[in-house]
């Protein structure tokens, strides 16, 4: 272990000598002959950031800048841009954006970024909003509320440099409304059929000047889930199963309910506090690969979070900030008639110095970070679930395990970019030390060239990592760590507001992938190479219509995934229990390899917005571990209508019409196990306002 730490830090040290020898062979070639004091004058020009004409992006340097010119493929989906479409949830904005498969799962979606599940970092106000025991446990359906985002910034692609694990195939940041954003009083209250869902939202912002404050909450309760459960009792008294006999029922999942509390509080520029409480639950049925047995979980994924970030210049070229946060995640599940609880706890620490050099020519970002995690009851299913729920098992309970344990995590980093000309160079490097899994070593390196006004050309070239699996750490001293590797090229014209055009060609290699299935354990090491292409338009022929469009095709190319597994277990005479093991096959999942947006905007009227959305996704298969075969289901063409009325009857009184998934309404997809019934019809009615 210990020669491997050093072999890993060796690297990071010549890496780090390279990277800071490139910086410092660049500085000098610009310093020379230059004028020290217009040098100081052009960079407090350089340094200040007019954000309200731009879609600012804060997190592909960890500046405020343009999505156009960051070092990344990037992406920022407004307020003004979500609320027009009718997007109520991340899963609903993100599924517009182009490199975005949100997969329907009977408890949520599952989302797939570049043919990858599972592979975003998701964060509110840059705290990571998942789980370090699993990833599939995500809160981008109504768990988060965009009743109080100002935006959705988005990156496609690696970025651990900045963010460290889990920035895997992208980081998709929500950014909160300040004080600034709004003065007074803006409320709504919704109604959503089938299911009888009702919601309400409350924002409150004030702007005083020196200070601004900023509340929300909101709230939804109705039904999504109405399928009904033959298997309603099985744990008895947590020894043995119910016999077969006692087990049958007709039930249906109940309710789900949202609610959730945020806001923020600043002082002038240089501090901010802010919080955000949220509580839910969502009850859904599954059934297994056979059809025949349908049983009821619920999960509850509560989540609060403190943050204090502060930011103070140094001089006219420099500044430092501190970021720190302590979340607690609780993520509950109930599995027919048994609760299983978990919580989460994480305390983070991180001080950031930026440097602008050159009259705003080079600028560089660095940080150190700590964050300690206490996990308790991390839970570890050793059986399959499935398989010994049904009626011959009369004997066996699924083993389930739960470990406590404490990872700690230091990391070093450090981002520099340079102007040359039309050409913007950056490189970064990150070393993260880990207490648990071995020590990992990422790095970044591209260059943008403005080829003019309207054109920009990117290359970029980066690696990430991701965390282990809570089964991994038990059972593994030091886990491989999944890593992946990815080359974009983007090219992009926009040669004003009213049109613009982006093609991104991708490859990323992954290496030691692992698959994880709810209750079959996880897949063996693996390597996959997916290629792709996003395409993305956007044309205004007149002032009240937007016309966008979006494509994604991808493909792949590696081994199949392999699960070891018990298969079956019998006891002997003498009370000997023995196991035997067996090795599936499966094909990789990419999700849909095709997917296409077209959008329309048209605003016939000063006060009447009407949106239009047809979207497709290609076949996708159903593969999971004990399946005899994976099942493959056709593409869908759906459609969306969403229409907003602005001053209905009394100034500041809004109403929000809209209609889903008009196309196909009888649709059926993959879920866990089998197959689960798409998306409805769906229609809701909103209304808002301002105060």
């Keep these: 272990m210990i020669s491997n730490k050093n072999e890993t830090f060796s690297t990071f040290l010549w890496n780090t000598v390279l990277f800071f020898g490139l910086s410092a062979v660049l500085c000098p070639t610009y310093l020379y002959g230059q004028d020290f004091d217009a040098v100081s004058d052009q960079e407090d020009t350089m340094l200040m950031f007019v954000g309200e004409t731009l879609e600012v992006l804060t997190i592909a340097s960890r500046r405020e800048e343009s999505a156009w010119q960051a070092p990344a493929v990037a992406q920022v989906v407004t307020r003004k841009h979500f609320m027009e479409r009718g997007a109520r949830t991340l899963e609903e904005a993100l599924s517009m954006t182009p490199g975005f498969y949100m997969a329907q799962k009977e408890w949520g979606t599952t989302p797939y970024l570049r043919g990858i599940p599972n592979s975003a970092l998701f964060l509110y106000d840059t705290v990571p909003l998942g789980s370090d025991t699993t990833k599939s446990l995500h809160q981008i359906d109504r768990e988060l509320s965009l009743a109080s985002v100002k935006r959705i910034e988005i990156v ?30 803006e409320s709504g209250i919704g109604y959503e059929g089938p299911g009888d869902n009702k919601s309400f939202f409350v924002n409150f912002g004030h702007d005083a000047g020196r200070w601004d404050a900023f509340l929300s909450a909101s709230g939804r ?30 039930e249906a999942p109940d309710h789900s309910s949202y609610f959730e509390i945020s806001g923020n509080l600043s002082y002038e520029d240089w501090l901010t506090l802010s919080g955000r409480f949220s509580e839910n639950k969502r009850p859904f049925a599954l059934t297994d690969d056979t059809g025949e047995q349908t049983w009821i979980e619920e999960r509850k994924i509560p989540f609060s979070l403190f943050k204090v970030e502060a930011k103070k210049d140094l001089d006219r070229s420099s500044a430092l900030g501190f970021t720190g946060y302590y979340s607690i995640f609780e993520p509950e599940f109930e599995i027919i008639d048994r609760n299983v609880e978990q919580q989460e706890y994480t305390a983070f620490g991180e001080m950031i ?94 260059a943008g060239w403005s080829l003019n006004s309207d054109w920009i050309l990117k290359m970029l070239y980066g690696s990430a990592y991701r965390t282990p699996f809570a089964r991994q750490l038990i059972e593994d001293e030091e886990p491989d760590l999944e890593r992946i590797k990815s080359l974009s090229l983007q090219i992009a014209w926009k040669p004003s507001d009213r049109a613009s055009f982006s093609a991104v060609g991708f490859l990323s290699r992954i290496s030691n992938h692992i698959m994880e299935d709810p209750y079959a354990g996880l897949s063996l090491p693996n390597e996959q190479n997916i290629k792709g292409v996003e395409l993305e338009t956007k044309l205004m022929p007149l002032k009240e219509l937007e016309l966008s469009t979006n494509f994604t095709f991808l493909d792949n190319d590696g081994p199949d995934e392999k699960y070891y597994f018990n298969d079956f277990t019998f006891i002997r005479p003498d009370g000997t229990v023995e196991k035997h093991f067996a090795t599936l096959t499966y094909p990789y999942d990419t999700g849909a390899e095709r997917l296409f947006n077209f959008m329309c905007t048209w605003k016939p009227y000063e006060k009447i917005t009407a949106f239009f959305r047809v979207n497709y996704f290609s076949s996708r298969d159903l593969i999971f571990p004990r399946g005899d075969d994976a099942v493959s289901f056709p593409g869908v063409w759906l459609a969306d209508v969403n229409v907003n009325l602005e001053d209905v009857a009394i100034p500041g009184l809004d109403l929000n019409l809209k209609i889903e998934n008009i196309g196909d309404t009888n649709y059926e997809t993959p879920g866990t196990y089998h197959a689960v019934d798409g998306k409805p019809l769906t229609w809701e009615i909103l209304f808002t306002k301002k105060w």
Excluded: C
Excluded at 409 to 428: N, R, T
């Design 353 to 446: 110095y930026d440097r602008s050099f050159l009259a705003g020519k080079g600028l560089f970002t660095g940080g150190l970070s700590l964050r300690e995690k206490h996990i308790k009851n991390a839970l570890v299913w050793e059986d399959y679930l499935p398989e010994l729920l049904r009626a011959d098992n009369e004997d066996f309970l699924p083993r389930l395990a739960q470990e406590d344990y404490e990872t700690t995590l230091w990391s070093m980093f450090g981002q520099y970019s340079h102007k040359i000309s039309e050409i913007d160079l950056f490189m970064g490097i990150r070393y993260d030390s880990h207490d648990s899994y071995k020590d990992h070593v990422s790095f970044s390196t591209g």
């Design 221 to 250: 309760r109705g039904y999504e889930d109405s399928t009904e459960a033959n298997l309603v009792r099985f744990w008895n008294d947590l020894q043995t199963p119910y016999p077969p006999e006692e087990r049958s029922g007709n």
């Design 156 to 185: 496609r692609g690696p970025g651990s440099v900045l963010w460290g694990p889990d920035a895997f195939a992208g980081i998709v940041n929500v950014v909160p409304m300040t004080g600034k954003d709004l003065q007074g009083v």
